[in-house]
């Protein structure tokens, strides 16, 4: 690949988009069609990770807390002047962060240029309206019965999701984890991949051949999951049945007669739930399929957490002012219904699960952290590698990627790191680990540093996006009962009909082992422009079917926040100093070890010992960070694989889009094409970059 410097770029701006194209180029240069194809190849029979997913289903996340009233930012209120080039000055982010404190949970302005249109019309007749009913039922499907393991965090749909996503449908609903519904779910996705075979493509739109792909892409991967067995072994610490149900309350409207009794009715079902989930898990041992031990312990842990609360104290028992909406004679009545639930399902049936965890299954775990260990773990990695990734790589390719990644970046932290007076980057790492100024010593300390870094970040927007979204975004503090398993911080969207703000979630837990000089690079993955503007905008694509609204390819959705890390550096020019930029190659780094880690514990057989070793020695993460990583990984297999991919493909497809419209290339241009369709195949995307490209050059023949 050519690397080409544009009149106007700053020196220092220049070399490192060179270094950005020369790690493209050692990461696989130029990726072919075989590579990224237009129609995945039948995945190898197979079978879950903020906006942790696959289908980004992320299993929702919980608790208001005092956070200050939000009100407009000013000054973002349309559409900023065309930027010619990238940008020359840094912002300065002092003052904007010292005036941000205490307001960072602020909305995104309403864009003039972008407005949020209604409902596109149903089609009337012919392949289009087939087409809209198809689109229709299987987001139906999805989300009516049960979920579909490891295609997501917490696994893709059920009503649980459905709930958190706004969508209130199914809310007196709880996931049927049955056997029986399974099948039903995987039957009926199989009668709409037949129909969707008799579409006449000829008769649709491009951006309806769109759907068509993506819809296949989806009913693939479901049918592929089926050989990786999951709910016969999957404990999930992250996800799994006790997060889920203590969210849920935080999505009903229970200001409402109707969303406190659905809510009750919920909890109502929960003994069965649990019940469910431990038979499909006895079943696993007959099979010889469990989970690790540490991810069981984990689990046991956090229920342990959670029963001691008892009914009163519960953070699944939502709190009095949650019913202001209802009659004075209602609410405590309603809350009572609620509690009455909790007491009498809920607790008793997370009580039989923790007590078949520990007496039945710990005693029986695998040793092995890796899929390769299960009967069956081998095809069905190499589907979900296809599913996260979207592309054909094998686990040894993707593990070589990893390694020469890791090497280019690791020569970006060493060159930092020697012009700040270090010998090197380990020298340097353990200058910041022993510097104050990067820690913050309460939880209360860290979450006003996040909320500044966000509201800095939002500032900086028009530099380099047309389109911002409406919704809101909060900061919080992950809960006491989930955050010793929980990842540095995570993004959960707003609800699809507005109800509820997008949300950043933060782990205080032990705030001063936590290094500032990687929070800025998280706070900018997790927020904007990030996972909140790439979703949040495609919340916004009322003409699209809500399937691809809501869900997407996760090479996309991950690369994209991924690529907005070093996007917020190299154009926006956000980061504080050496230090939080030494950070967001920390970072980079992390997401490349992730290939060699992901496949080594998968594929190559590595214990969690050399997993654990190797990702400490190649990032910046503190050990317990470390260590919940692996976690994440080994009950999450192959998501891991999905950043690191989509930021490259993202990159290569930037520079191809400045090597084709030369002096035409206009970055916010750019980036409002890649998030026009919401979280499509990248294959795709290259192909709707490259008709775009096309109509810009038509328009200025014109």
């Not at 696959?54 to 002047?81: K, V």
């Not at 909320?451 to 500032?459: D, H, N, P, V, Y």
């Not at 094409?673 to 990248?682: E, I």
Request: some cysteine; overall charge neutral; glycine content about 8%.
């Amino acid at each position: 690949m050519g690397a080409e410097v544009h009149e106007g770029e700053r020196g220092a701006d220049a070399e490192k988009r060179l270094h950005r194209q020369r790690l493209v180029q050692h990461a696989g240069g130029e990726q072919d069609g075989d590579d990224l194809p237009h129609h995945r190849a039948p995945a190898q029979p197979h079978d879950p990770a903020q906006v942790d997913a696959g289908g980004r289903f992320d299993r929702g996340r919980h608790r208001a807390d005092d956070t200050p009233g939000r009100q407009p930012l000013p000054g973002l209120d349309g559409r900023a002047p065309a930027q010619q080039g990238p940008v020359a000055m840094r912002a300065p982010w002092i003052a904007a962060a010292a005036a941000a404190v205490g307001c960072a949970t602020k909305p995104m302005p309403p864009p003039a240029r972008l407005s949020v249109p209604a409902a596109a019309p149903r089609p009337a007749h012919g392949a289009a309206a087939q087409l809209d009913g198809i689109a229709r039922r299987y987001w139906t499907a999805l989300l009516e019965t049960a979920p579909l393991p490891l295609l997501g965090e917490g696994g893709m749909g059920g009503p649980l999701s459905a709930t958190a996503l706004g969508e209130h449908r199914f809310d007196a609903k709880l996931d049927d984890l049955s056997p029986d519904a399974h099948r039903k779910v995987i039957d009926t996705l199989a009668q709409l991949r037949a129909e969707l075979a008799t579409l006449p493509a000829a008769e649709l739109s491009s951006d309806e051949q769109l759907t068509v792909e993506m819809l296949r892409r989806q009913l693939a991967d479901a049918d592929a999951a089926e050989a990786c067995s999951a709910p016969a072994w999957l404990v999930d610490q992250m996800g799994g049945p006790h997060v889920a149900l203590a969210q849920t309350s935080q999505y009903y409207p229970l200001g409402t007669a109707k969303g406190a009794a659905d809510l009750a009715t919920r909890f109502g079902q929960a003994g069965r739930y649990f019940d469910q989930i431990v038979a499909n898990l006895r079943r696993g041992l007959v099979q010889d399929r469990t989970s690790p031990r540490v991810n069981v312990e984990r689990v046991i842990a956090s229920l342990d957490d959670l029963l001691r609360q008892g009914a009163s104290g519960s953070v699944l028992l939502p709190a009095e002012e949650r019913f202001a909406g209802l009659a004075d004679g209602e609410r405590s009545g309603a809350r009572e219904k609620i509690r009455a639930a909790i007491v009498e399902q809920v607790l008793p049936g997370m009580r039989r699960y923790r007590e078949f965890l520990s007496a039945e299954l710990l005693p029986k775990v695998r040793k092995d952290v890796g899929l390769w260990a299960l009967p069956g773990g081998e095809p069905c990695y190499a589907a979900l590698v296809a599913h996260h990734t979207g592309t054909k790589r094998t686990p040894q390719e993707l593990h070589d990627l990893g390694l020469k990644t890791l090497a280019s970046i690791e020569g970006e932290m060493e060159r930092i790191a020697r012009s700040e007076g270090a010998s090197g980057a380990k020298e340097y790492r353990a200058k910041l680990e022993g510097s104050r100024e990067q820690f913050r010593q309460t939880a209360a300390a860290l979450m006003q540093w996040n909320r500044a870094t966000l509201a800095r970040a939002q500032a900086a927007l028009p530099q380099a996006f047309g389109r911002l979204p409406r919704q809101p975004i909060e900061t919080r503090p992950i809960e006491a009962y989930r955050a010793a398993s929980s990842p540095p911080a995570f993004y959960q969207p707003a609800a699809a009909d507005g109800s509820r703000p997008a949300v950043y979630y933060v782990n205080t837990l032990r705030p001063e082992t936590r290094p500032l000089y990687n929070e800025e690079a998280l706070c900018f993955h997790e927020t904007v422009p990030g996972h909140h503007l790439q979703i949040g905008l495609a919340q916004e694509l009322r003409d699209l079917p809500e399937f691809r609204r809501h869900t997407g390819e996760t090479a996309f959705i991950e690369g994209w926040a991924l690529y907005t890390e070093r996007m917020s550096d190299e154009d926006l020019h956000l980061y504080s100093g050496a230090p939080a930029r030494f950070g967001m190659l920390g970072y980079q780094a992390w997401r490349a070890a992730r290939l060699v880690v992901d496949t080594g514990m998968h594929a190559l057989k590595w214990d969690r010992e050399r997993a654990l070793s190797y990702l400490r020695e190649h990032t910046t993460l503190s050990p317990d960070e470390a260590a919940n990583e692996i976690d994440r990984y080994a009950i999450h297999p192959a998501q891991a694989l999905a950043y690191m991919v989509g930021q490259l493909e993202l990159i290569r497809l930037r520079d191809e889009a400045r090597r084709r419209m030369g002096e035409r290339f206009d970055l916010r241009d750019f980036h409002d094409a890649v998030l026009a369709h919401g979280a499509v195949p990248l294959s795709s995307l290259e192909r709707l970059l490259r008709e775009h490209a096309e109509s810009v050059a038509a328009r200025v023949e014109r």
